[in-house]
């Protein structure tokens, strides 16, 4: 169940980057941060990019696929995560619309990109959540060892399954460690204020 | 691979306190080790044998064909064994690049090549070591360990404490370290299923004995066996 582990092992790398940016959402609105707007910029990327690039097609052409032929009890939970996956696409444009809109006007639109953020941040969690506590078990009891073998060779066929095809989303994750501000990260403290 | 690190029944603890039993093992030249087990059961007194920190009652410990039990503490590190202790341990009063290079010995890791793997020291490189976050100081540690150019590398527990973006971070950098082969690498870390993949040998401690020695991957994939050796720990 090798697949297992990297779906966790991306879980976790993500769920550490939606955690960063709530908290520099809060460090931001608290006057704590200025707003930083290439780690801002950075964070979307790794986000929006890495779940709908990497992470996500690998579920849906591999692992939903083997759940649906072998536990039909699965489908509404395959349906509902499937839709989510391809709304993706949409939340992270407006997302990414919203961080424009709030580089070019300024704080007096604070609030608003941090409204679509936390939204985004919400269903992401969300997504998560349910795949660890719903879709994981179903399937770590549901599958059979010749149907994980089918799918971890797959899963296996992509090396760093996080990095990208050239590295570029984990120099993505080292440039938004680096600018984090502690204790989150190890960014520079002359980002916060004060 | 040839060997570098080879325990046979080895018995220590603190003073005549005795925290581990008949601990047999061998690790060769670049290879890598995950040490596991709950707290209290023996993985940093494990480490603390090797470095001389701890007292050997028995058995035998050679390291890169030496008998380490007549090597003084003091001169393990010139040996070739590097540990980064849970306390990290920098000096505060030096800046980062004083840190790195009062222990630097001669070979691969240069204060280049510890600055090209953690950036952030460099960009640090001025500052006091009292002035640095957790994860910079961890980064710290693990940098001037590298600059001994050790043969083995020992980590006690580098994540804990870490807030998870920084865990990701390190856990990449270790696993940098564990495929480039240059140096052998023991692990201690409490989640066994974040560090397993990144190492070829896993060895599980219970009560200051072995439960489990061998291959990281038949142990990461027996789930039952892992949560009953480790409990939470194992995830």
Not at chain 1, 56 to 62: Q, R
Not at chain 1, 128 to 139: D, Q, Y
Request: aromatic share 6%.
């Amino acid at each position: 169940m090798k697949a297992l582990d990297i779906i966790h092992d991306e879980h976790r790398a993500l769920g550490a980057v939606l955690q960063a940016f709530g908290f520099v959402l809060d460090g931001i609105r608290d006057g704590r941060f200025e707003p930083d707007f290439a780690l801002l910029a950075a964070m979307i990327e790794y986000i929006t990019q890495v779940p709908d690039k990497l992470h996500h097609p690998k579920e849906d052409d591999y692992l939903f696929v083997k759940m649906r032929e072998r536990i039909p009890a699965a489908a509404a939970l395959l349906d509902q995560l499937e839709a989510e996956h391809a709304e993706g696409a949409r939340r992270t444009a407006a997302l990414r619309g919203a961080l424009v809109h709030y580089q070019g006007i300024g704080p007096a639109v604070f609030a608003e990109f941090e409204a679509a953020a936390r939204t985004y941040l919400a269903a992401s969690w969300s997504h998560v959540n349910r795949e660890e506590t719903e879709l994981l078990p179903l399937a770590r009891t549901g599958l059979a060892a010749q149907d994980w073998a089918e799918i971890d060779a797959a899963f296996e066929a992509n090396k760093s399954p996080w990095s990208g095809p050239a590295g570029e989303f984990r120099a993505l994750f080292s440039r938004i460690v680096n600018m984090v501000p502690s204790p989150m990260g190890v960014g520079a403290s002359a980002s916060a204020k004060g | 691979m040839s060997e570098l690190l080879k325990l046979e029944n080895v018995r220590a603890g603190y003073g005549d306190a005795v925290v581990l039993e008949d601990i047999s093992f061998s690790l060769g030249e670049g290879d890598s080790l995950a040490l596991l087990g709950r707290n209290g059961m023996g993985k940093t007194t494990l480490l603390s044998t090797l470095m001389g920190a701890a007292r050997q009652h028995s058995g035998s410990l050679r390291f890169a064909g030496e008998d380490l039990a007549i090597v003084p503490a003091h001169a393990r590190a010139h040996r070739g064994l590097g540990w980064v202790p849970q306390e990290r341990d920098i000096f505060p009063s030096l800046t980062v690049e004083e840190n790195l290079t009062v222990v630097a010995t001669p070979g691969h890791w240069n204060l280049q090549r510890v600055y090209d793997m953690f950036p952030r020291l460099k960009e640090r490189r001025t500052n006091m070591g009292n002035e640095l976050s957790g994860g910079e100081q961890q980064m710290l540690a693990m940098g001037r360990a590298l600059m001994l150019n050790p043969k083995l590398l020992l980590l006690d527990e580098p994540l804990e404490g870490l807030a998870p973006l920084i865990v990701q971070e390190l856990l990449s950098i270790i696993r940098r370290l564990t495929e480039e082969g240059g140096m052998a690498v023991i692990l201690v870390e409490q989640h066994a299923r974040q560090i397993l993949p990144l190492t070829r040998q896993a060895l599980v401690l219970e009560r200051g004995r072995a439960v489990y020695c061998g291959d990281s991957e038949t142990l990461r994939a027996d789930r039952d066996l892992l949560d009953s050796w480790l409990g939470v720990a194992a995830h």
